[in-house]
């Protein structure tokens, strides 16, 4: 399968970038943007990206043990249902778990809500070396927040602005940043609900208030449309992917991911120490 | 192969939890206590564990999600090479990145130093529905700490009884605890010491100070006998694994982490919510 790059006619990267001014209204949720290829051909290329995936993630981690300061952030935000966690799951989940700092962002608690929004963000931002995955994230504070109406419009509206300016720092300091907006169509959401009510071992991902959510779709696209379009910058580009499709989404990340790691350029880090000498030393003792 | 129960001959939980006394000398680092298959049996049977143990994790963290206050924290020890890092990666990344919370103590920091060595460890426990993966742990208070002198012998000597303490606190609070003490040979830990000296994409992993402790190793064996002596408790039992074949190392952590699971006896959380009306409120949405 790795031989057959053709499969994707435009590359992830440049068929989901968000282009700003595009109408969110008109993403097709089930297309399957830049590829070609059927489901099997998407579900066996991304099994033969494991191991590229795998060694770059390794040679960022080496990196990171060696001085290094770069590091990878993969920002997940999506509706209810629009499989955030099988991302976190089946495309972070193919890296070994040792260079992984993942972090579920809900309900800001008692000590968080002390703090600025973006205090428990700064916390959780990978360490060089490291991939960070977000499973929702600083982007709450222009989706619920402003749907909800928790913080007033002129509150809100200046986030825009600071989400820019804690990116670009946050990208300064060596951190590649993929952010990815997932988007599930209404039918598929309810389609996916109903799943969950209807086996007994998804009732704990069913929240009540999720129906609430549904409700408020448009309001919540709206707010997505004016997140892609203000906060996709140079250094933080938002990628829009259409989530209808589970294998899609998934593969289509792990491009995106592997393409943030390749673009590091990372060789093997070079030895601290003298080899022969130690090589001589090892067999001397 | 999940028919083949048989090759375990003794369960690994039993064949290899310590026993008080056992001179650790005497332990072969190259036997596969309680297994009587091959090397292909026991990949095969790891493999086949891997839906089991995805499951039982994912109905830890639905656990944890719903008001549940169960966890698992899993202590690895081993001298360099020993293989702790593999386990990670082959065992612990058998489940859901979701669901785990992996930290490797290294020497302390600055900061960390400012504290009690208790302090970063329980900064680190696995909150509730957690596995929690410690990568060398407090234990380290009983090893380097005592055999390379960092502490008055009075001092460390008293870390059994807190250690004991700690443990017995933090199993009575609902977690699991299952602490496995890797070991391999001189020879082997020689012989990939001498690979990552061979191979340039494992130079990062080597560091001059490894010879020491290769040199120290009557002196560590000392202090692994008697931390496993004093602190294999029955709330904390430790199991001592010959790691020199690393696929027998990998199966057995399985198993342990498999049977510590199994032993929650967790279902799937009742809704906390009306099925039957949630089902009519999503259709009328």
Chains 1, 2 share one sequence.
Do not use: C
């Not at 700064?122 to 360490?127: D, E, G, T, V």
Request: overall charge neutral; charged content about 30%.
């Amino acid at each position: 399968m790795a031989n057959k790059p053709d499969l994707w006619k435009t590359p992830a990267q440049e068929a989901l970038r968000w282009v700003r001014g595009t109408d969110l209204d008109g993403l097709d949720q089930g297309a399957k943007p830049g590829w070609a290829g059927k489901r099997s051909d998407g579900k066996a290329l991304q099994e033969a990206l494991a191991p590229e995936l795998a060694d770059l993630q390794e040679r960022l981690f080496a990196h990171g043990r060696t001085g290094g300061d770069r590091a990878v952030l993969l920002v997940l935000q999506g509706l209810d249902t629009a499989g955030k966690g099988g991302i976190v799951r089946h495309v972070v989940g193919m890296v070994d778990p040792q260079g992984v700092m993942h972090r579920g962002f809900g309900v800001p608690t008692e000590e968080e809500r002390e703090h600025g929004y973006l205090w428990r963000i700064r916390n959780a931002l990978p360490r060089p070396g490291y991939l960070g995955a977000f499973d929702r994230s600083h982007y709450e504070q222009v989706l619920v927040v402003r749907v909800d109406g928790l913080e007033p419009e002129k509150t809100w509206r200046e986030h825009y602005r600071e989400l820019n300016e804690f990116e670009a720092e946050v990208a300064a300091a060596g951190t590649v940043i993929v952010k990815v907006a997932l988007f599930v169509s209404a039918d598929e959401q309810k389609k996916r609900l109903a799943a969950r009510l209807e086996r007994p071992d998804k009732h704990w991902k069913y929240d009540p208030g999720d129906i609430e959510v549904l409700r408020k779709r448009a309001q919540y696209l709206a707010a997505y449309q004016e997140m892609l379009d203000r906060t996709s910058t140079e250094v933080a580009p938002w990628y829009a992917v259409p989530a209808d499709r589970k294998w899609y989404a998934r593969l289509a990340v792990t491009e995106l991911l592997t393409g943030a790691l390749r673009s590091l350029d990372l060789g093997w880090p070079p030895a601290g120490f003298d080899v022969e000498a130690e090589k001589k030393r090892l067999a001397a003792s």
